[in-house]
């Protein structure tokens, strides 16, 4: 069985390696995430777990801002 996440008060390990104007909410339940800029993604870790379980390791966020 799985280990539960952290608390959403603990961010995401992405969010400790990255430059603090890169950190966002994640999408889904608002935990500190390396969001922006190269490498970021709308998702923490462990709520992009389950979407990359249904579509694959390859998925990823691909913005559409022009």
């Known amino acids: 069985m799985a280990t539960p996440p952290p608390p959403i008060s603990e961010p995401d390990p992405s969010a400790l390696v990255c430059p603090g ?5 994640c999408a889904v339940c608002q935990r500190k995430t390396h969001k922006y800029g190269n490498g970021g993604s709308p998702l923490c870790q462990w709520c992009m777990a389950p979407v ?13 801002r022009s």
């Not at 104007?21 to 909410?25: F, L, T, V, Y």
């Not at 379980?53 to 559409?64: D, L, M, Q």
């Open 21 to 25: 104007d890169k950190i966002g909410p």
């Open 52 to 64: 990359q379980e249904k579509w694959g390791p390859g998925v990823r966020h691909t913005s559409t």
